[in-house]
């Protein structure tokens, strides 16, 4: 790669280059009737980036040692050769012998042996003690960057681990961890005869634990001998009890030769899984998959059709890896949800420990042991105050939850006229028709207005363009002052407008929004779907101002971005206005099925244990204080209108004259644009209309946050050169 002084140095640099020059140039071209072309230029290039494979690769773990791995290599490599493929090995880490010197030779692969073998060690011991007494490093980033080279260079590569998967390779580092960090599957040696299913079964079973795709197992035989029962039998066992291809026997050769192989393994032994179709064109499938059968969410789905959309296979901390093998950094925390990086492990083995004791029970009229244990700790972290949690699905429902109990609580208590909702405008409060109701984004809300029911809604700034808040705070008092007596409550998202385009308020209007409400006995709805769980810097929003809401909405980072899972927090005061006898009807007749979901409630009490484990709030501040720092840069931009940032949640505006704050226009899609061309370099990004919005996961290093930010710089430094084409930008979507 490329490495001027101003270039953006990249934390995947060893995960492949980034093809820079396509990047730099964007062409779009625009068709003479001003219609766009159907396979605009941008996504061409971006085909042609990331990590371009050839082939596929494989790792190659036994069961034991001496079980036979180099001689399956030899073989299963010898058959690949008879069939045309040009096929590579790769030996990471070596401890005595000289087993990758041999494949070399055997196989007559032209890689120096450096690539095929760049760690040995001299004793034959466990790797984590022979390369200590070498006095030998072995750094993962150096063999991940030699496997990359190797696996553009071959059809299929075969890495040889060495022992098995538990193997350690450095104390803190074993086989089964390389294995996922060059994201390989698995192929089993296992030996023929007595005594190996257990150790067969171990291994797959570790492995799919560990997330790593189990692609077969060979079965070796080690000794000339006549076959007994267990021969004959074991690996039909094997295949049938884990759902495993067998790829058949190794027979024991004396000479293992070219001319052996091919005459005595050659029938015998399955090459299907070597020869399948490469990921090109699983893709291709599952794109048309999509534009077949899915619908997606805000999404304009005519420009979708004309896309090349991105499928997502797999993730690793804060990346997401496409079907290709390409890894982009997850910018938004997957639609503001990932907390700890995706796929944590403390928090996947929360998930499949509690399937192996409880799926699913119901909370109407029985309760469960994540439920209660979870709604006990959301009590314990939540400001103090509020003590009862009722749970349901999604940030919208945590919404209407929270709706209806504020209004029947005062029709139980004989207040009839407390009915009227109030709200701020452009707020955010989820996508359900009663959360659509006390919703102010018109171009999300317009079209359902006669479905909804109505409200009170106060003229709130964007703190940009209007920075009057002053004036908002004086109407909403005046509200109160007149009409409390037919208000059940207001709703804010506190600190934070998210979905409005990350406005951020100025310190201490919650607080007076909180005092307003307490003084007129309206109950105060803080909606921290998007803000709670660290998002702001601290545990919820509304600690900076130590304010205790009547109501506190969560969902979003409940999980840690794991499963759907949404809580109401309220007060005793609130509950006991519900506590009649059952003929009263006074009853909160609310509950979706799923209510306190046992797996979703124990991801969820794996995220906390995360946030106290790992000190995730403490090392946030100087994340924040980097990413603060970084922003900086980008307001000098020429399109950048106004930089907005609390925590770890920023919206940068884009404007079309930076003077007069004029907007672009809608339909010149520049907030898309510009995530489009952070795309190209690798990072994922939504826009929100003109506002491109920054929401990593807090567990972003400080190396991918600086990466984020240069790429986002880039992009909309790139805007001079798009906007001056004048063009649309195609595909996706830009709401
Ligand atoms: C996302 C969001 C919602 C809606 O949550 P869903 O899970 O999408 O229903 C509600 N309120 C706020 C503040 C949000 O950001």
Known sequence: ????????????????????????????????????????????????????????AFFISATDTGVGKTTAIKVIATLLKDQGLDVGVMKPVQCGGDDAKALKEFLQITDPLEEINPYLAKEPLSPHVAFRRDKIQVHRDKIISIFQKLRRRHDVVLVEGAGGLLVPIREDYCMADLAKDLELELLIVSRLGLGTINHTLLTIDKARELGIMVAGVIFSETEKKVHGVPERTNPATIR??????????????????????????????????????????KTAQLREGDKNFLWHPFTPMKDWLESDPLIIDRAQGCHLIDTEGRRYLDGVSSLWVNVHGHNHPQITAAIKDQLNRLDHSTLLGLSNTPAVELAKKLVAIAPKGLEKVFYSDNGSTAVEVAIKMAYQYWQNSGRLEKTQLVHLANSYHGDTLGSVSVGGIDLFHHVYQKLTFPTVKIDFPDGYRNQDFEAAMNQLQELLKKSADKIAALIVEPLVQGAAGMIVWPEGL???????????????????????????GKMFACEHEEVVPDFLCLAKGLTGGTLPLAATLTTKKVFEGFL???????????????????????????????????????????KIALMREKLKKLEQLLHVGQVRQKGM??????????????????????GFAVCQQARQRGVILRPLGNVIVLMPPLAISKRELDYLLQVVYRAIENLGQTSRLKGTVPGGSST
Do not use: W
Request: proline letters at 4%.
């Open 580 to 622: 009649f006898d059952t003929k009263d009807q006074k009853t909160f007749f609310h509950g979706h099925t799923y209510t306190g979901n046992p797996l979703a409630c124990a991801a969820a009490l794996a995220n906390l244990k995360v946030f106290s484990v790992e000190h995730t709030l403490s090392r946030l501040q100087s």
């Open 510 to 536: 919650l607080k007076r929004m909180k005092d307003l409400c307490e003084q007129h006995e309206v109950f105060l709805i803080a909606d921290e779907v998007a803000t709670g769980f660290g998002r702001t």
């Open 240 to 281: 049938h009890l884990r759902k495993v291809a067998g790829l058949g026997i190794i027979p024991f050769c004396e000479d293992l030769s070219v001319e052996t192989i091919l005459k005595v393994c050659k029938s015998k032994i399955d090459l299907k899984l070597f020869l399948a179709q490469p990921a090109s064109k």
């Open 1 to 56: 790669m490329n490495k001027n002084k101003d270039e953006v140095i990249s934390p995947l640099d060893f995960f492949d280059d980034y093809d820079q020059e396509s990047v730099e140039k964007p062409e779009l071209k625009v068709a003479k009737s001003g219609r766009r072309e159907r396979r605009p230029a941008v996504q061409r290039t971006q085909s042609r980036r990331g990590p371009v494979k050839k082939g596929r």
């Open 649 to 670: 949640m920023v919206g940068i505006e884009l404007v079309k004259d930076k003077q007069s704050k004029q907007p672009f226009a809608l339909q010149e899609k520049i």
